[in-house]
């Protein structure tokens, strides 16, 4: 959190540079021979098999050979794996011992430093109900829930399609652009300024903060974790400002403004507002953004499937559910075992760390027949697990729903073919999975 007193009208800089990348590949040149290294064949929180997108066969060989299984000696300490639809629904349909909150370590696979200070832990932490358990899980959910109703979300179409239409207009054709720049990231900061009413012109602070928040890898370069907590507190400080301009003025139609004035927040401390405020805006950031890459992208890959697309709107809805399927916009979660218990005949400790990885959960051939393989009529595709699996799983799923749909929908409007004809760079990252780069060109069908 900031630590110094704000005021709504306060001037004050936030940087934009550099980016977590940046950070992180400038840090790998001077201390590259530092960072632990991995040695077990199945210890898959390695970032390269991601960023080289070869994780595939690794994960199909545990779900064949043990679904259910521990790596030891990792540079993210000993964890579990847990790979198979089935395994990962029985772990999350039982919150109650496999706790998500952050007091046990969170969401990610990463924990903080050893040796940091607890007073600096709390002092760094910003309260979020992702990582909460009941009972404090079910008040706050609720408190944000009902902005994410189907009638709600009914009513952020009109001007999520507006955007959308305005985005793709702008386009060139016949001349190679970055998908990732001028689409996926322009359109959803673009409408998560519009929604929440965020500042139109710092926009763009959203990705920043988003890929700082949301880099788990940056927890192993020791050294760049002051400057992570330094830029999250920026954040911090931004939407606390956002906050007092809002909290004095009328209610209106933005969701920051419904949720000040909604009954279930006069309860809800002002850290804990923030923590929900910047999980809602930046939790609904990359992995909506990264969807729409590898949507793209996927079309690209499968051009049978594409073709099914361009011949017939109808397939759209589910060809959305199957692109998310395909995509895993977030390759895992994590949570920690409160007790000793029984998991497919493995023995869990308490203090036991699991990983979920949704991406091999949505590859798992027992459930998603040819799972390596875009079926954008796939029966099924709405079993994915990529917005997980009970209590937790994602509020925004709708809304982002909505976002793509729209999407595919205004392509089509403008027989639209998106090409990749140039470099298409993964994120380097075990917990975020997506796009840095994606150079396209657009035909038309
Ligand atoms: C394709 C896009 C998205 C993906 C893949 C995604 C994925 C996820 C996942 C995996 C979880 C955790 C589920 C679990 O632990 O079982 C989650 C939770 C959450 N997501 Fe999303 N999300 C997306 C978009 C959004 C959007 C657009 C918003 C908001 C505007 C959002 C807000 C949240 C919130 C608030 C939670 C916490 C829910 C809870 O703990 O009860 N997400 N999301």
Redesign the pocket.
């Known amino acids: 959190m900031a630590t110094q007193p704000i005021t709504a009208n306060q001037a004050f800089t936030y940087r934009r540079s550099p980016s977590a990348t940046e950070a992180f590949e400038a840090w790998l040149k001077e201390h590259g021979q530092e960072l632990p290294k991995h040695t077990h064949p199945w210890d898959v929180s390695r970032s390269d098999i991601y960023v080289e997108d070869r994780w595939q066969p690794i994960f199909a060989e545990m779900r064949a050979k043990a679904p259910v299984n521990k790596v030891t000696g990792t540079p993210y300490g000993d964890y579990w794996n847990v790979t198979t639809v089935q395994a990962i629904q029985h772990v999350?349909a039982l919150p109650d011992l496999y706790s998500?909150s952050w007091e046990h370590g969170g969401?990610t696979i990463g924990d903080p430093p050893e040796d940091i200070d607890p007073a600096k832990l709390e002092e760094r932490r910003l309260p979020m109900?992702?990582a909460m358990d009941r009972p404090h899980?079910t008040g706050q959910?609720r408190t944000?829930a009902p902005a994410f109703t189907p009638g709600e979300i009914e009513k952020m179409a009109a001007e999520v399609r507006m955007r959308t239409q305005a985005v793709l207009d702008s386009l060139p054709w016949g001349e190679q652009f970055d998908w990732v720049d001028k689409v996926s990231i322009e359109l959803t900061t673009g409408m998560l300024a519009i929604l929440f009413g965020f500042p139109w012109e710092d926009r763009r602070l959203l990705t920043f903060w988003s890929d700082w928040a949301g880099d788990v890898e940056l927890g192993l370069a020791r050294g760049l974790e002051d400057t992570r907590f330094e830029i999250l507190s920026e954040m911090a400080h931004y939407f606390q400002r956002l906050w007092m301009e809002r909290v004095g003025a009328p209610p209106s139609r933005d969701l920051i403004s419904m949720m000040i004035h909604s009954e279930a927040m006069q309860h809800m401390s002002p850290q804990e507002f923030m923590g929900n405020l910047v999980?809602?805006?930046v939790?609904?950031n990359d992995?909506?953004r990264n969807?729409m890459s590898g949507i793209v992208h996927a079309l690209d890959t499968f051009p049978d499937q594409r073709e099914i697309f361009e011949n017939d709107t109808s397939v759209i809805p589910n060809a959305v559910q199957e692109c998310?399927r395909y995509v895993t916009?977030?390759a895992h979660?994590r949570r920690t075992a409160l007790h000793d218990a029984e998991l497919f005949g493995q023995e869990i400790k308490a203090g036991d760390k699991l990983v979920l990885w949704?991406i091999s959960a949505n590859r798992d051939e027992a459930v998603f027949k040819d799972a390596d393989k875009l079926i954008v009529t796939r029966e099924n595709a709405r079993r994915h697990l990529?917005?997980?699996?009970?209590?937790?799983?994602?509020?925004?799923?709708r809304?982002?729903e909505l976002q793509l749909k729209i999407l595919l929908e205004e392509m089509h409007e403008r027989r639209m073919r998106v090409r990749v004809t140039g470099k298409a760079e993964r994120v380097r990252a075990n917990f975020v999975h997506g796009f840095r780069k994606l150079e396209t060109t657009l035909e038309k069908f």
């Open positions: 999350e998500s969401i109900f992702i899980h959910r944000v999980l809602l805006i939790g609904g992995t909506t969807t998310i916009p977030l979660m949704y990529s917005f997980g699996y009970g209590i937790h799983r994602c509020v925004g799923a809304l982002a």
